[in-house]
Nanobody, 124 residues
């Protein structure tokens, strides 16, 4: 069983920055891609960013390209989401997830494991 624990959320003003972390349990972290999704109230969970097993390939939603950066440290079993130039529309619960394979996955149902989520609130 894999456990994912997010941290780093909070309240920030528009234009500010936050760095989310997701720590994974287990010995197989480096074999799998990882991803970040978010869910705002009344909306479906949407893809934000994903990274492949080695960290040399990434993908982003159009809404966050140029502002967010996903990275990973396989030695620490941790994936990160650096968020800059935050906007009020970025307000959501952010979830990290692990898909079933080593390559990037951008669709919700490709993911087998999810963290509990961390709230990000951007004030205008």
């Amino acid at each position: 069983q894999v456990q994912l624990v997010e941290s780093g959320g909070g309240l920030v003003q528009a234009g500010g920055s936050l760095r989310l972390s997701c720590a994974a349990s287990g010995r197989t972290f480096s074999r799998f891609a990882m991803g970040w999704f978010r869910q705002a109230p009344g909306k479906v969970r949407e893809f934000v960013a994903a990274i492949n097993w080695s960290g040399d390939s990434t993908d982003y939603a159009d809404s966050v390209k140029g502002r967010f950066t996903i990275s990973r440290d396989n030695a620490k079993n941790t994936v990160y989401l650096e968020m800059n130039s935050l906007k009020p529309e970025d307000t959501a619960v952010y979830y990290c997830g692990r898909p079933s394979g080593a390559d990037i996955a951008t669709i919700y149902w490709a993911y087998d494991y999810w963290g509990q989520g961390t709230q990000v609130t951007v004030s205008s």
